[in-house]
Antibody
Framework: QVQLQESGPGLVKPSQTLSLTCTVS??????????WSWIRQPAGKGLEWIGH???????NYNPSLKSRVAISVDTSKNQFSLKLSSVTAADTAVYFC???????????WGQGTLVTVSS | DIQMTQSPSSLSASVGDRVTITCRAS??????LNWYQQKPGKAPKVLLY???SLQSGVPSRFSGSGSGTDFTLTISSLQPEDFATYYC?????????FGGGTKVEIK
C-alpha cells in the first residue's frame, strides 16, 4: 500500500520560501509511470492544484503560481519536494502531496500539512 | 485554463435520499473527469475516475455519468457516512483544475 507523508515548517515568514517534502513509502517513486503532485487548500475553501512532476523530471505548474513554484524529485530518498517563493498570507493553506495514477487520478494522498505565513 | 463549475455549492438531504451533483467544464474534456469525497480534516478520496468508472473499494451507490462538458455524480441512497464535500477535477489538460465543491449536509 502506497503511503505519502508531508513534512516541513508549519510557519513561514512573508517574502520567504516555503519548502515541503513528501516521502513516499510502500513503493518506489522511480518505478511506474506516475506523476507526483502538490495540491493546497486554504481553510474553509476548495482545492487548488499547484503542480506535478514526472519521475523523469518533467514538470507542469499552475500558471497562477508558475513564477514562484519549483517541484523536484529525489528518487534515492523516495521523496519529492515543493518550493514556493515570495510567500504572502494568501499562501496560508493545508498542503497535500498526492500520486497521479495512470488513469490521471489523484489516487493516493498524504494527510496534509498546515503552513501558515505570518511574521 | 479549463474552469470547472459545480452545482449546487451545498445541499441538505436525508439518509436514503437520492442526491445528484453537477459539474460543468468550460470546454470539452472528453471523459477526463474525476470525483472526490472529502471529510473535515482529511485528504480527499477518489470515488470515480474517467467520469463513470468506480474506484476500487467505493460503494456501488456512487455513480457518475457525462462526457464533453457536462457531468453528474449520483448517490443512489445517501448513507450517514456520505455527508461530506464532493469535488470534481479535470485531467484533460496538464493543468489540473477542481470544481468549487459541493457540501452535502444532513437535513
Amino acid at each position: 500500500q502506497v503511503q505519502l507523508q508531508e513534512s516541513g515548517p508549519g510557519l513561514v515568514k512573508p517574502s520567504q520560501t516555503l519548502s515541503l517534502t513528501c516521502t513516499v513509502s510502500g513503493g518506489s517513486i522511480g518505478s511506474g509511470s506516475y506523476y507526483w503532485s502538490w495540491i493546497r487548500q486554504p481553510a474553509g475553501k476548495g482545492l487548488e492544484w499547484i503542480g506535478h512532476i514526472y519521475t523523469g523530471g518533467s514538470t507542469n505548474y499552475n500558471p497562477s503560481l508558475k513564477s514562484r513554484v519549483a517541484i523536484s524529485v529525489d528518487t534515492s530518498k523516495n521523496q519529492f519536494s515543493l518550493k514556493l517563493s515570495s510567500v504572502t498570507a494568501a499562501d496560508t493553506a493545508v498542503y497535500f502531496c498526492a500520486r497521479v495514477s495512470g488513469t490521471t487520478t489523484l489516487d493516493y494522498w498524504g494527510q496534509g500539512t498546515l503552513v501558515t505565513v505570518s511574521s | 485554463d479549463i474552469q470547472m463549475t459545480q452545482s449546487p455549492s451545498s445541499l441538505s438531504a436525508s439518509v436514503g435520499d437520492r442526491v445528484t451533483i453537477t459539474c460543468r467544464a468550460s470546454q470539452s474534456i472528453s471523459s477526463y473527469l474525476n470525483w472526490y469525497q472529502q471529510k473535515p480534516g482529511k485528504a480527499p478520496k477518489v470515488l470515480l475516475y474517467a467520469a463513470s468508472s468506480l474506484q476500487s473499494g467505493v460503494p456501488s451507490r456512487f455513480s457518475g455519468s457525462g462526457s464533453g462538458t457536462d457531468f453528474t455524480l449520483t448517490i443512489s441512497s445517501l448513507q450517514p457516512e456520505d455527508f461530506a464535500t464532493y469535488y470534481c477535477q479535470q485531467s484533460y489538460s496538464n493543468f489540473f483544475t477542481f470544481g468549487g465543491g459541493t457540501k452535502v449536509e444532513i437535513k
